[in-house]
Nanobody
């Protein structure tokens, strides 16, 4: 059973930055793709970004140019660098990963990001 643990959320002012981390309990070489999602209050969960071997990262239009997804394989961690944050980025952010051998989808428990002055 793969565990994903998100961290790095918090309260930030508009225009500020946060870096979210998602630490996996197994080698992330065996998890592909890895994605970030978010869910704002009263809204459905929304895909934010994907990183996968052999392809460029993809982002939802609303975060392009502001968010960057990346991985650190030795640390088994995927990151989401979030810059120029806006109040509409407020949500619980979730990490998702697909096992390359079982195709099982794993989710973390989420980390809260609040953008407010």
């Amino acid at each position: 059973q793969v565990q994903l643990v998100e961290s790095g959320g918090g309260l930030v002012q508009p225009g500020g930055s946060l870096r979210l981390s998602c630490a996996a309990s197994t080698s992330i070489v065996s998890l592909d793709p890895m994605r970030w999602y978010r869910q704002a209050p009263g809204k459905q969960r929304e895909w934010v970004a994907t990183i996968t071997s052999g392809s460029s990262p993809n982002y939802v239009d609303s975060v392009k140019g502001r968010f960057t997804i990346s991985t650190d394989n030795p640390k088994n961690t995927v990151y989401l660098q979030m810059n120029s944050l806006k109040p509409e980025d407020t949500a619980v952010y979730y990490c998702n990963a697909i096992s390359t051998w079982s195709h099982t989808s794993y989710w973390g428990r989420g980390t809260q990001v609040t953008v407010s002055s």
